[in-house]
């Protein structure tokens, strides 16, 4: 009872302080507000990087080119040393006539010219379409294909997967990295003004210490304080996130530029980034606030 | 460990100073091989001229210096060996006045005493009762919507003390509690302090300059000379004293 009330008279308190040193507060809402902007900025890049990651990596696929006179046992060994090999997720089989057949479907004007290829005249190669589950290690893989007897050549679009994969990693690190560093300057700017707050108060603290309040009591209104103005400052990067993040979808029509770049839906990535804003909004003051308290209230 | 209040009850020393030494960081010898016990119920004058050590004894009592060498034995606490994280039990047992009031501004009379209690943790029906007792017993009942800049030199001094007796404390230390104020009011605070001392049963050291005040009283005096105690008056035996 005592320590839900030593709780509720700290919120209160914290309360009366962010109105009491309003342009204080004010000040450090501003900079909460527009880190957690760019933050939430940055987790919804990561995510869309991610995504579009992820879709290039669905469709990324090695192509194994058998020699032409590659037979059923040479098949059967094909299949027995990639079934072993840990990063292929699945494979398919065709022949060169069911390669044909698709070449004759997909291009009209040396459809027949095509179909006059019969059997033994067939130019083309039986292949193996496989997919892999970790797309970084597909030059490995593709590599390892090709030492297997009977294979002819590999193809997996070479440099390129490798290169998009390698950009949209380092944009997604980079957008942590400055994250990162805007929530240092946060918590030095909060530490900051708890500490103003701190020294405002004085007198009170003072005077808290001579009639016997507890550390906790003394100390917990301004690490309240800083959760308080970590969630004001939150505020407006929720609103952005959510109204804003939704407008962009639909402007866009849900692609960046190409069909080829599908943005993420809104729902529910609105609010699991909302709810990260939020989090870190309150960590930032929370963390800020205490190294304030730490540092200034001598008890 | 903390005694129960009838353990303090039962032993009558409330203070207990053994050969305490006190020399502060820069080098300068505040306090120096004093003896001093005082029980229960007693109200004693510490007088002194400046730089005797009165304000340095005090500080010690409440904790907010240490000794340097010696035991002071508060209430059973040994408070020179008191951690931090505990002295806010220590003050709990006492409540301090100042020459300077100390009040909070922004807070009414009402909300300054009770604010003594909130920050301990009381809940508001205990808070209600006991501040307005207070401020009966101070003569300030009916000015307790009224903030301490529209109040007289001596009745922030009452509030004061309200505040540092309001959840009745075995000690009352006061810092020359009259030093603001004229004669008439600082005997009027003298009788409100020889009011609570009587009722209360607390124990109170107050620290003055006033040769009048310390007279009129006719309690127990001790005076401090250079950071040595010279002489300890029982009650009514005080005539005078050179400072």
Redesign the interface.
Known sequence: ??SC??IF?SLRDALKSVVRNFSLSLASVTCITITLVIIASAILISDNVKNFTREIERDVTVVAFLDSEADETVRENFELSIKKNTNIETFTFKSKEEVKEDMIKENETFSKVISSWDKDSNPLMDTYTIKVHDVDKIADTASQIKSIAGVNSVQYGEGLVEKLVGVFDAVEKITFIAAGALIVVTIFLIINTIKLTIFSRK??I??????????G??KLPFVIEGIILGMIGSIVPILAVIFGYSTLYDYFGGVLFSPVIKLVKPMPSVVNTSLIILVIGMLVGMIGSARAVRKYVK? | MFVLEKDIERKKEIINMKNVYKTYPNGVGALFDLNLSVYLGEFVFIIGGSGSGKSTLIKML?REERPTRGEIILGGVNVGKLR??K??????L???VFQDY?L?PKLTVYENVA??L????V?SKTIRKKVIDVLDKVGLKHKAKEYPDTLSGGEQQRVAIA??VV?HPKILICDEPTGNLDPKISMEIMEILDKINKEYKTTILMVTHDIDIVKKMKKRVIVLKEGRMIKDYKEGKFVDEKL
Do not use: P
Request: charged letters at 30%; zero cysteines; proline letters at 0%.
């Open positions: 009872m005592k009330r030593t008279r007198r009170e003072g005077i808290m210490r001579l009639v016997g309040a507890s550390n009591r003394i008890v | 409440y931090n994280s002295v806010y039990k220590l003050r709990r006492i409540g301090v100390k909070l604010f003594a909130d920050v301990t943790g809940d505040r540092a959840n």
